[in-house]
């Protein structure tokens, strides 16, 4: 096969964060695919995307990204909570992934009750609405926020680790968390060490996203020109 | 009592609008409330709201423009899909009301069954998602897309009015619709029209909206500093 | 302006709590509007409604007092459940709020999750389905029932305002709470203390219900006369 | 068996309409089981009851009905609403069985998907809420109101019955309904003959309500004492 | 009247169960009705369904015995899960009870909130999506697992009719439960000591399982065979 | 990359079926992946599965299939409602996907509302069950059913194709679909032709369900064997 052409789309401004990210993307294509990994980092907004307002800012950031980039044959979007990406979707037709709908999505395949955990408490009612309309709000036994933000994740960060590691056995045992989800795009390289320590599978969507993205791309989905996902320009009105 | 300082924002970049929007808005207090209307115009994006993208750009330009606006008594976000609304209320303790869901809950305090009548086709599932997080999808009896653009809104364009009455007449008759939800800014100066040719109650959320705004402040709600609405300042690891 | 012409209904047959509404309500309008407001309390029934059968009676009363007021502005219910809210709208096109529904909808302007506060534990499952008909259910946290009886809610009992502080205080720290619903007509005379102690906004609906009302009246809303409002006189089977 | 005492509760002031249920409420239990019937009619109302409002004075009235005759079995509430249900249960341990209740419960063991024929289109959202609290609406395909009025339902008015058939009929073929719940206590002497000529299992909830209500206490079981349901002297506020 | 021929089917190996089923549903209808019972015991399969695997195969042979079994009045199912029971609608127009919608419909007639009192907890996602399925996950407390095997279940191991008592009582005082589901088959004979012990009404759903098959075929109510419920030979395709 | 050991699962007995779906597998992954592909076919059962009963004997089989094929990296379940698919995830840690699930969460990354296309009308109660299930019933603008059996599927079928692009077009057209969900597995060799002419992406999880099977498994994620997924040998009752 010809290469697949994956732009990451780091809505963040950290590019250490997107060189953690595209690591991890690569090794997750390594001798199967012949990847061309994009790899973008935001040029405005925050490097750590905890609050709404920076969400806001990261979603516009996001689809500027995207429409900087218009050939790519899939976009991952390395934020959890997938900011802008319905928007993302009307720009393009190639596909276009979220860690966060990627996790989710995936973990429900190999586990019927999942536990979340994330980052700062703050969080929480942002992600049970993206559970929300992702339609798996009741498959979750709860949401455990160890209060580490998100500058000090990933497995520099031991102690985070451990953290994670203990909420997860928490969610196991007292609420029959049988997956975890671990919501941020900077858990990416725990997934494995979480796994294994706490027994149950655990996703961040990082590396299950990108490789969600080739599959819709192998298997000739594209992202819909229908409905509300009509090219732009035929919004007459528009100025 | 003393002014009450209420800040008009309208994410979209149309003077025109804001103007129409804060002529609307100085009717429904005259008389009672001492009203500081302070209206502001978006100075990036779109002039007319029709895209999730555009609304993702609305968004940001909403929650700056509250950024620097920061002595209001209260303020009333302008686009009826309530462009960045959880992001700004993280930014101030003054209570903010966005059109939809003012119209959406103002709505169902005078019928229990409502149709939504909108522009073009392609914003309803924006619209039904809206609803569900609203938790008011159920009530709603269909969206009629009249199929006239944003630009074309407004008292100044009589066979759009003609086109919500029509749709608001299906409503009531074939789906026992009990009152109409306008969904767009640009329909406000029509509400009383409508309202007396379906002979249903009908609002687009401009004047209950902005009435609603000073019921709160009057009431001494403000907006929670509590959880995913806390104080910027307290993410230390933002930079 | 002229004057807003209010009908304050209290479902029970206490006076006191009728008196005690009437003066907050009065003090929520002074300055502004030219209130004149007409307090009722209900001639048969329970002096404090704690029990389904008692809401039953009640709503029966309600109706009969609003029937006998045909010539207000809007009317306010003031019994937390809203008794016979939707049989009341089948007999003004004046707008009816219910001090509940009120609640519910002004804290989610102004919090993202909120938790209950009630009397009695055996009122819970009321409050519940009350919640599930207004779609608000999967925005609270949580229902505290102190066990203090309705008789003994408001200022005059600081004991029951501090067990109402504590519970609040637990609803925050423990499930996230942003705001605060106080389910019982009694409490409207805590709003302002239970706010600034517990540090969260914190309603019981009488307040912002009659400033609802008003708004309602003022942006021209009248309450439906269409499918399941429609005036009585159309049912030729009745006699 | 010795025999069972149940009480049939009219909500309505039509004594026609509580014969009529009677007759084949005994004809039910025919040969099986010595039935002691006791049929109430409500002494103030409405002959038919089919506003909010009017249902809201038969709540009241029901209650009180079943208040007066203590000594009963079991109760059956004759009015598809199933008006005053939850606070009867607080007055007895006797169980209560209302006929909507039991026609929705009743229709699901038979069929997967079911429409519900009605008399007036005004009475389409009660009946859609109260599928909602009973957690049915997703398994009905869809409302059809004849326009009959409740005083024209019944063997008695062939014309109405053929509404009903074609109502039916057009469910299934359109619609996919697999029974069809008729909702109305005045069509239970038609069930068979709209079962025969739809060819789909039809109910109303009399014959199947008054069965189950002889099935729970011939169960042992007894409407609960706790919680909500817990006995009304507890109140120690009430007075 | 005549006989009421009933089949119990015993999705599981073991005699043992089926008796103990039979005698109860024997002592429900003794003295009322004439009853001619069947009663069938899987002849593959598990001896104690407490798995999904092992309700995949009770399922298969669930609707197995009821082919075999074509001349019933009505059919009970005698496992918690229903194991089959949209399939098993397809081959007979008798009706069709299982004991876990029985239980879970008959509670709500006598409570308003339920607690479910089960064996192992790896059945706990199992019986929430039941719940979900029928409709009644939102009047649920909580599910409790004793941990005690189904092997181990009935009057023969008082241990775990002690367990099933502190499971009960600690979701009536914790959670206000008003009614217990107890979840499985096996708990049949310990339902009138759970209720006396704890207070609240308790079921498993054979007894009124068994009781309310009786009353649909007694309301001359069918299965459907419509839609989904079609009979098997308009299958064209199928060899 | 070592190989890639799939197993396809076919639950009906058709083997011209499994074929058909294992050489629309083998294409998806050519190039990539070194793909060593059991392809299983049922031997009891039907070999065309339109109704529940069919189902259930599918889910038994299936389950039989993949515990005598117990050393695959990944099983693929070839039967739209993906028969026994919690079953057969208690059995082995490689990851399963149906056909079913990969289809609705696939459409869902690349269109906002999808139609569902499908043989038979009775076999849409268990569609929109199964989307409930999924949590994606509210994203479906309704389920169209050509009424051609099983049998008369794929590319073999012109007449077929024609009748499931006409129905696309219709979704599309007349309720704002964006993608369609081709509910039948013989439809494989279809999706390029319907997305072609109706000009919106169509899947039916044969080849996007075999991909994401390669992905989960490449990404490390195993079927849980936490709560409802524990191995089957810790079932101390089981005999």
Redesign the interface.
Known sequence: ?GAFRLALVNPNTDPADTDEMAVIVRA?F????NLELQALTATTG???I????????A??ET?EMIRRTGDADAYLIGCFNDP?I??A???TEA???GIG?AAY?????????FAVITT???????L??HM????????CVGVWATGV????QGAAFPGTTEAIIAAGRRA?EER????LVLACGGMSDV??TV?QRV???A?NGV??GA??A???W?????????????P?E??????
């Open positions: 096969m997750a390594a001798g199967d695919v925050s490097s750590a905890e609050t709404a307002s920076e969400e806001v800012v979603a516009a689809i802008g319905d928007a979707r009307e720009l596909p276009i992934v709908e999505r995936a973990i429900l395949f190999v586990a019927r009750r700062l408490p703050r969080g929480v009612p942002d049970e609405e929300e309309r992702l339609g798996v709000r009741n498959r933000p998100v500058s000090d196991v029959g968390a049988e997956g997934e494995t796994t027994g149950v599978p996703t590396v299950i490789l969600f080739h599959s819709l192998r298997a000739g989905l594209r992202t819909s020109a229908a409905g509300s996902l009509a732009l035929e919004n007459a009105s528009t100025c």
